[in-house]
């Protein structure tokens, strides 16, 4: 019988030691769970923060890209516009170098007409 006494005594110490065990490890597991649900929730903050900061940067980037793209397209449309304005002017500065050329020369042609015609009713 006391045997048995002890032999309860010891089962007895052992399942409360084996409960404070149990008891200590679902304490320790729910303390994890809690720091992991927390890591899990900063870490989606986090997550959102981002991926906002990144549509925010992309929207931007989109937007600078279009008026990138329209500025040079305005560039171009000016180049060629400057390109085509200095050929007509080129030109009409060309033509009118031709009339002044032609009409000097017509000058001196008439002026050298009148001459001869001056120096024939002199010699008469």
Known sequence: EEANRKRQ?????????????TSKQAQLLAKLKQDVASLERDISTDISLLRDRIDHCNRLYFDARKRYEAAEKEFVEAKLSLFNCKEKKDGLQEH???IIKLSEMKKAEKLEELNSKLEALNTR
């Not at 005594?9 to 065990?21: G, V």
């Open 96 to 98: 009118l170098f031709m």
């Open 9 to 21: 005594e010891e089962l007895s110490r052992d399942i409360t030691e084996k409960f404070a065990q």
